[in-house]
């Protein structure tokens, strides 16, 4: 990434010191590799100690990580995935190492928050469908997330411009995930009578990503979710 080059340094000290840490763990393992069957057992019950106390500490890091991913999404709606690893980070609430540790770089973080959002609008569809007033509504709301995912989508695509194969495989994925739950929302408005029939989920986010086009770098000449909320609008049935 290209601002805070020291933070960068700082973290490689952080894990140079990670590593001598675990250098002294090697010489403690073999101290007790000396001692008696008693001093055996000791070491493999704080084996085991160690074992309970480092998951906590796996669920901590994935957690982190989320709350990381939630901040740099919210930082590309806002900005677009050019804006800067600080701002991400004062989203985040820590400091811009902590945001390379987890990310090295731009293209892993756009991957990263890429990931998480497909994930999102997934889980997304049957929520909204059991907690929303209407089908229809549920699909507007649905609609709403999958164009803050179009922004981050977009710019992978300029990120990953010399690599194909890494977008198409993401963009494989994207499509297996997000295009069955569109699907549903839809199958469910219009058994409820409330849209048109006749129009594909494939079609309908091919059409809501064609009008967010360049929505990742914001222009106040172009309301890309103002139009999406029209096209969302024509769906509607008028008899």
Wanted: with cysteine; aromatic share 6%; charged share 20%.
């Amino acid at each position: 990434m290209q601002d805070d080059e020291a933070g960068t340094r700082r973290a490689g000290t952080g894990q140079g010191g990670t590593g001598r840490a675990g250098e002294g763990q090697g010489g403690e393992g073999q101290t007790g590799a000396g001692g008696t069957g008693r001093t055996g057992e000791g070491r493999a019950s704080t084996g085991r100690a160690a074992q309970a106390s480092s998951r906590p500490k796996r669920a901590d890091a994935r957690r982190n990580e989320k709350s990381l991913l939630d901040a740099a999404a919210a930082v590309f709606v806002r900005a677009g995935v050019e804006a800067p690893v600080r701002d991400i980070a004062a989203e985040a609430g820590v400091g811009t190492a902590t945001i390379y540790r987890h990310f090295p770089t731009r293209a892993d973080l756009i991957i990263g928050v890429y990931r998480h959002q497909v994930e999102a609008c997934a889980e997304a569809g049957p929520a909204l469908l059991a907690s929303s007033p209407t089908p229809y509504a549920a699909l507007a709301s649905w609609i709403d997330l999958f164009v803050d995912f179009l922004v981050t989508k977009h710019g992978l695509a300029a990120v990953l411009q010399s690599d194909n194969t890494g977008f198409e495989t993401l963009h494989a994925y994207f499509l297996d995930r997000l295009v069955p739950v569109c699907t549903d929302l839809l199958a469910a408005a219009t058994a409820s009578g409330e849209i048109r029939t006749d129009v594909p989920a494939i079609a309908l986010m091919r059409g809501v990503g064609n009008l967010c086009i360049g929505a990742e770098t914001p222009d106040p000449r172009y309301d890309a979710r103002q139009l999406v909320g029209v096209l969302i609008a024509g769906l509607r049935r008028r008899d």
